[in-house]
T-cell receptor
Framework: DAMVIQNPRYQVTQFGKPVTLSCSQT?????MYWYQQKSSQAPKLLFH???????NEADTPDNFQSRRPNTSFCFLDIRSPGLGDAAMYLC????????????????FGPGTRLTVL | DQQVKQNSPSLSVQEGRISILNCDYT??????FLWYKKYPAEGPTFLIS?????DKNEDGRFTVFLNKSAKHLSLHIVPSQPGDSAVYFC??????????FGTGTSLTVIP
């Protein structure tokens, strides 16, 4: 019954060692999002895909990249993790939401907690 | 700059009483507002939403109120139950499909 799946749930990496987090969805939603959430802070949008169109937030560091090879999967690549990148990473999906469309929401995965040693 | 703010990090309420969670926003272009509930070790789950063209939406024990002139929304839970204890996030969506979240309010319902 899982709709948005994130693997792994816990990831430990070393300072500077590239790491990839994965997200998959069974909802066939057009839009997929990646958020970073640090302790006691709001989830912060890093980027999102509208189908294959990539939309980067202006303040997302270049260290963060994303790939969406098909509708179901989306990956977050952190090229050179720093200690400040330790956080919970949340993947979410939503349907095609044009301006004026109502009733849409995001569906979140359980998150991947990243630890950087 | 935080576009969605939840100024109360925590709230405690007796079981059976009303819980009121508040949220303020700064961007008048937001067209849709949502509340999410989050338990430990889980992702946020959708609770209730409201369009910017409405001022109230009710779903069972949950009601969301929107005051556009004040750029303020609130979530009312009546009656509060111990199972409602969780972190509640307020979020707002713009027409570019971007969602902005508040920092959350941790609700504790005391039996």
């Amino acid at each position: 019954d899982a709709m948005v799946i994130q693997n792994p749930r816990y990831q430990v990496t070393q300072f500077g060692k590239p790491v990839t987090l994965s997200c998959s969805q069974t909802l066939n939603h057009n839009v997929m999002y990646w958020y970073q959430q640090k302790s006691s802070q709001a989830p912060k949008l890093l980027f999102h895909y509208y189908d294959k169109d990539f939309n980067n937030e202006a303040d997302t560091p270049d260290n963060f990249q994303s790939r969406r090879p098909n509708t179901s999967f989306c990956f977050l690549d952190i090229r050179s993790p720093g200690l400040g990148d330790a956080a919970m990473y949340l993947c979410a999906t939503s349907r095609d939401t044009l301006a004026g469309a109502q009733g849409d929401t995001q569906y979140f995965g359980p998150g991947t907690r990243l630890t950087v040693l | 700059d935080q576009q969605v703010k939840q100024n109360s990090p925590s709230l405690s309420v007796q079981e059976g009483r009303i819980s009121i969670l508040n949220c303020d926003y700064t961007n008048s272009m937001f067209d849709y507002f949502l509340w999410y509930k989050k338990y430990p070790a889980e992702g946020p789950t959708f609770l209730i939403s409201i369009s910017s063209i409405k001022d109230k939406n009710e779903d069972g024990r949950f009601t969301v109120f929107l005051n556009k002139s004040a750029k303020h929304l609130s979530l009312h839970i009546v009656p509060s139950q111990p199972g409602d204890s969780a972190v509640y996030f307020c979020a707002a969506r713009n027409t570019g499909n971007q969602f902005y979240f508040g920092t959350g309010t941790s609700l504790t319902v005391i039996p």
